[in-house]
C-alpha cells in the first residue's frame, strides 16, 4: 500500500499537467503492479536488458519510458514497444533508433539529454553539438523519430542554487532549440528534469517531466 500512497502524495504536490515518470529501476513487477493499480501509467527504466525482461509480463498500456544511457547494439530490443527514449545524446544512436522503429512501422518519441552537471560522469550533448545533430544533412530524414523535447541530470548535491542553477541552463537550451528549430513543431515541448531530490526545484524551473523513483518504490538496494 506504500506505493499507492507515495504516489497520491507526489500527484498531489504537483501541477496536473507534469507527467510523473515512475522510475521501477531494480524494482519487482508486483511493486510496479501496485503502482499501475493506483492509477500510473508511464514507467520509466535505465537498463534495457531489465526492461526487456519485465515489459512482457506488464500490461500492454503501459507507456514504457527509457531513461539510461543505451546502446546502439540494444536499440532493436526496445524498438517495439518503447514509447520515449529521454536519453538521446548521439547522431548515431538516433539513427539507430529510427531504423528500428521503422522496421517496426512505429515513429519513436526522442528527448535530447543534455549535459548540464558538473560531474564529468553523466552524459549528454552541449549546444554546439546538439546544433551539430540537428543541422546533419540525416536529420531532417529520419521519419521514425519524433524530436519532442530536452532531458538532464543535476548534480547530485545538497546545493539548491547549483541544482536551480543547471535546470535553468536546460530550460534555457530548450527555449533556444524551440524558437530556432522547432518553433511550428507543437509536440517539441517537453522538458524532461527532476528526480526524487530535485523535482520540486525542477517543477518551479519548468519540467513537463519528472522522472521519479525511490519518492514512490522506496529506497533501491543495489
Ligand atoms: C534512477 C533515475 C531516476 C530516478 O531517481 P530517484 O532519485 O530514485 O528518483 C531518474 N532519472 C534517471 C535517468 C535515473 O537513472
Redesign the pocket.
Known amino acids: 500500500m506504500q506505493i499507492q500512497e507515495n504516489l497520491q502524495q507526489i500527484k498531489q504536490e504537483i501541477p496536473g499537467n507534469v507527467k510523473i515518470?515512475a522510475?521501477s529501476?531494480t524494482k519487482p513487477n508486483e511493486d510496479i503492479i501496485e503502482a499501475y493499480e493506483a492509477g500510473q501509467r508511464i514507467f520509466?527504466e535505465?537498463k534495457a536488458q531489465e526492461l526487456i525482461a519485465k515489459q512482457p509480463d506488464l500490461p500492454e498500456d503501459i507507456e514504457w519510458h527509457f531513461?539510461?544511457h543505451l546502446q546502439t547494439n540494444k536499440v532493436k530490443y526496445l524498438a517495439p514497444f518503447v514509447k520515449m527514449i529521454?536519453?538521446v545524446d548521439k547522431l548515431k544512436l538516433l539513427k539507430e533508433v529510427n531504423k528500428r522503429a521503422k522496421s517496426e512501422n512505429r515513429v519513436i518519441d526522442c528527448l535530447l539529454q543534455f549535459h548540464i552537471a558538473e560531474e564529468e560522469s553523466k552524459f549528454g550533448l552541449d549546444l554546439e553539438e546538439a546544433k551539430d545533430l540537428i543541422n546533419s544533412d540525416v536529420f531532417p530524414q529520419l521519419e521514425n523519430v519524433r524530436i519532442t523535447g530536452v532531458?538532464g541530470?543535476a548534480t547530485f548535491t545538497e546545493d539548491e542554487k547549483q541544482i536551480r542553477k543547471e535546470f535553468k541552463m536546460l530550460k534555457n537550451t530548450f527555449n533556444f532549440l524551440k524558437s530556432g528549430y522547432f518553433a511550428s513543431e507543437d509536440h517539441f515541448r517537453e522538458i524532461s528534469m527532476g528526480?526524487?531530490?530535485d523535482?520540486q526545484i525542477a517543477i518551479e524551473e519548468g519540467a513537463t517531466i519528472v522522472?521519479?523513483?525511490?519518492?514512490?518504490?522506496g529506497e533501491?538496494n543495489y
Not at 211 to 217: D, L, T
Open positions: 515518470v522510475i529501476k520509466g535505465n531513461v539510461g529521454h536519453s532531458m541530470m528526480m526524487t531530490n523535482y522522472r521519479i523513483g525511490s519518492a514512490i518504490f533501491r
